[in-house]
């Protein structure tokens, strides 16, 4: 107990020291933007594919589900509802971890293994602001991206399987979609979309920060961000949408 | 230039000094040498204030570089330059901008004058027509020459080699040594070279130190040193393994290790 509240701290102060940082990240917008790319652009192919096939399966699923309440035509709002508010945010988050968080927690590793990051305080330059700032930053602005992009994707997916194979309408799948799903359901995955992608990469660069610098150190690292990411997602997934009930 | 007067510190309960004393002169190189394990690296990291003393002081450039705040220390490390042992060059980086890097985060120069300063230090290490290869694709004696052009790129003060010879096919070797040699008495910086390879550091050395059990054991010029009836440093300048520095770890005794290995089972052990 005392070990975790350690390290509960450990990642709060790491945390206070990234953000007293950030300012002077944000006046070089340059690292940001390669690191939106980094984090974002380069998980595009995943979170697309991931997204038709979730958005194919809900299909098929809620097609037939429905089916036995003689509700078909509610296919849209619950797909809709389910991918904005859960699914959307939640797999995303998940593939953000074993995708993007693995990689700068590896590479921050392997920077400390290397004395890259020694290097750069000895050049006076501060890893903090340099390494870790741009792409916290940037990990916090991709994710809200790539869950709005998942969220598409899943929706024309469900749309393709529910309207194209399963016989739904395709007026009532889009009109009830329109009718039912608001601007605060939108809302409730934007906000989860924030928290995911700042939990997430909060622990990638803090175990890549914090990691032995050796190979082992680097691994224990790296499997540490999955699986602590993974399961705050979960947890901060209940928390929230207890919130939003 | 660099003083270090009564320097304490141990890491965990290995003490590493125990009273360290070493001036570097302005203009010099000097070399400090010592057999592994001994502290020299330690002593680089205590020179650029990456790890305080537990007692005595170093002081750099006029300044005791344990008491200062992270903002002077940030200020003083912009007069200094450091060579790795591994060159530590940024991974995600291209030559030329590794070689930029301390530029572009320090000062705000127009492009066209940072890409002339960046081409002349890479002239400097011979360099300049790799200035768009990746670090990957770089041998480790031209990593190391692109960290020295790094480590030059600020024209620093205090020049400090960790270990600048080692893994160094004969002509890398024969150019970092002349390099050190050139670039100290041309841009007026003052060296310290870290390094255990005698032959190498004592022919460019104005000055050497011989670090041993916590503290500098014997200092001078290479021909004072090499000249000195002391056995320990004999030993050392003549790379003998006969002699008071020991080169086994200590261990129990060795016959009796191997007559107990008797005792084990036989079968062979599977992890």
Redesign the interface.
């Known amino acids: 107990m005392t070990a975790a509240l350690q390290h509960i701290g450990a990642v709060v102060l790491f945390l206070l020291r990234v953000l007293a940082v950030l300012p002077a990240a944000l006046r070089r917008p340059g690292p940001v933007i390669r690191q939106i790319y980094n984090t974002g652009a380069r998980s595009l192919i995943i979170i697309m594919l991931c997204g038709l096939v979730v958005g194919m399966i809900m299909g098929l699923a809620f097609s037939d589900m429905l089916a036995r309440f003689g509700s078909e035509s509610a296919l849209g709002v619950a797909a809709g509802l389910a991918l904005l508010k859960e699914m959307g945010p939640v797999i995303t988050a998940l593939l953000f971890a074993g995708r993007a968080g693995t990689s700068l927690t590896s590479?921050i590793g392997?920077?400390r293994a290397?004395?890259?990051l020694?290097?750069?305080?000895?050049?006076?330059?501060?890893p903090l602001r340099?390494v870790v700032a741009p792409r916290f930053l940037g990990g916090l602005i991709a994710m809200p991206l790539l869950v709005a992009i998942f969220d598409i994707m899943g929706i024309f997916g469900t749309q393709l399987i529910g309207v194209s194979v399963m016989g739904v309408d395709a007026g009532t799948f889009w009109s009830q979609m329109q009718n039912q799903v608001g601007l605060d359901d939108v809302g409730e995955g934007v906000v989860k979309s924030l928290v995911f992608g700042f939990a997430c990469t909060l622990i990638a660069v803090y175990e890549g920060y914090n990691a032995e610098p050796t190979a082992e150190g680097v691994g224990l690292g790296t499997t540490r961000t999955v699986i602590v990411s993974s399961v705050l997602v979960l947890i901060f997934d209940y928390m929230l949408t207890a919130a939003f009930l | 230039m660099v003083e270090a007067r009564g320097v304490c510190y141990s890491a965990g309960p290995r003490e590493i000094f125990n009273g360290l004393d070493l001036t570097v002169e302005r203009g010099s190189i000097t070399a400090v040498m010592g057999p592994s394990g001994t502290g020299k690296t330690t002593l680089l990291r205590l020179l650029t204030g990456q790890i305080r003393p537990s007692a005595g002081s170093v002081q750099v450039l006029g300044e005791d570089v344990g008491a200062l705040s992270r903002r002077g220390l940030f200020a003083l490390r912009r007069r200094m330059g450091m060579l790795f042992q591994n060159g530590a060059l940024l991974t995600d980086l291209n030559v030329f901008e590794n070689v930029a890097f301390p530029v572009r985060e320090h000062a705000r120069l127009p492009e066209p004058v940072l890409r002339r300063l960046v081409l002349m230090k890479l002239e400097a290490v011979g360099l300049r027509g790799a200035e768009q290869l990746m670090p990957q694709e770089l041998s480790g004696g031209m990593a190391r020459r692109v960290a020295l052009a790094r480590a030059i790129v600020m024209d620093p003060e205090v020049l400090i080699y960790d270990e600048p010879f080692v893994g160094l096919d004969p002509v890398s070797m024969g150019f970092i040594v002349r390099l050190i040699r050139s670039l100290n008495d041309a841009l007026g910086i003052t060296s310290i070279v870290v390094s255990h390879d005698v032959q190498e550091v004592g022919s460019i050395a104005d000055y050497s130190y011989l670090l041993a059990g916590g503290r500098a054991v014997a200092q001078g010029t290479t021909a004072q040193l090499q000249a000195t009836q002391d056995p320990a440093v004999r030993q050392f300048m003549q790379g003998s393994s006969e002699g008071p520095v020991a080169f086994h770890y200590p261990a129990a005794d060795y016959a009796q290790q191997l007559l107990d290995a008797r005792d084990l089972p036989a079968a062979r052990s599977s992890k």
């Open positions: 590479e392997l920077m290397t004395d890259q020694t290097a750069m305080q000895v050049m006076a330059v501060d340099a």
